[in-house]
């Protein structure tokens, strides 16, 4: 297991696990664990483990917890450190578990990895769970699951107008957390394409908008715009830029948009914010489309 600090890190997850030196942990720990983080717990105390010179490693253990929700980063944090013994930190490191049955493996070494590097191999009696750990449960994630949290990330990909697919990995992590790894890595293909169709959607209505004048004119970013800083907040506001454009070219008629202090315009049919010019009515009046819909009016809301 390695520092979360090493790498990227997944900050919502269910399934967390982490080490803690037994020495800083609160008395009689292991009678009163199950009180104390109050969740299903799985754990195993690594007493027998040594390191590429063969000698003993430092004692510690190894600590699952399963949260009946998805929970932040900080919030497995502080219930890990509820372990610590007053004045003392015990925790080590802590990380979500992508795959909560090699985690559980990993309790006893029972792992490719650990085989291949001589690791010592623990009993399966050396684990000890609490609070109705059941790895089994965890596990049997059906189909009909996967499928819905497949659902959920399209509809939010398609909501967002999301059109690149490393974006879309940054806002599902970041919303739907680490449970969601694995049905986004298997199905990376279908969101490819969705990023993909958004992409050339919203491209084509880019190039099918009227040019704009004056310095207030808004320019459409497709493609990624990945910033380093701070990826999440960019992403969302190259989001919002998208789509406050779809209704810009609508901004400089009759005073609508300045009436309403610069608030969208919204389709009288739907409540759609996705408007479009269509032209003008015989009389000259501004006829405007909703893209979702596609009914005409002369009012938007």
């Known amino acids: 297991m390695s520092k979360a600090e090493s790498g990227a890190r997944i900050n919502k997850a269910r399934y967390w696990w982490a080490v803690l030196y037994p020495e800083n942990m609160v008395p009689d720990w292991e009678n009163r664990i199950g009180d104390i983080v109050q969740v299903p717990y799985a754990y195993a105390a690594h007493t027998l483990d040594k390191d590429s010179k063969s000698e003993h490693r430092k004692d510690h253990v190894h600590l699952i917890l399963v949260f009946g929700n998805t929970t932040t980063y900080k919030h497995a944090m502080e ?141 459409h970013e497709i493609g990624s715009q990945h910033h380093e800083n701070h990826p999440i907040r960019d992403t969302e506001e190259r989001i919002n830029r998208e789509s406050f454009n779809d209704f810009d070219s609508s901004r400089d008629t009759e005073g609508h948009v300045r009436d309403t202090e610069g608030h969208a315009p919204t389709c009288p049919f739907c409540d759609s914010l996705r408007i479009k010019k269509k032209g003008k009515t015989a009389s000259g009046q501004q006829r405007y489309q909703c893209i979702e819909c596609g009914k005409t009016s002369t009012t938007m809301f």
């Open 79 to 219: 219930v890990f450190n509820l372990l610590s013994a007053p004045g003392k930190k015990a925790l080590n490191t802590c990380e979500a578990c992508v795959n909560i049955r090699h985690c559980y493996d990993y309790l006893i070494h029972d792992t490719e990895t650990c085989r291949k590097e001589g690791k010592h191999q623990y009993d399966p009696d050396h684990r000890v769970t609490g609070n109705n750990f059941d790895i089994g449960a965890y596990e049997a994630l059906s189909q009909a699951e996967k499928a819905e949290m497949s659902q959920e990330i399209a509809a939010l990909i398609i909501g967002k107008k999301i059109t690149n697919l490393a974006d879309c990995y940054i806002i599902v992590m970041d919303q739907f957390g680490g449970d969601y790894f694995q049905v986004f890595q298997a199905n990376n293909a279908f969101y490819d394409r969705l990023c993909r169709g958004n992409y050339l959607k919203y491209s084509e209505m880019a190039e099918s908008e009227p040019p704009q004048s004056g310095g207030d004119a808004q320019e």
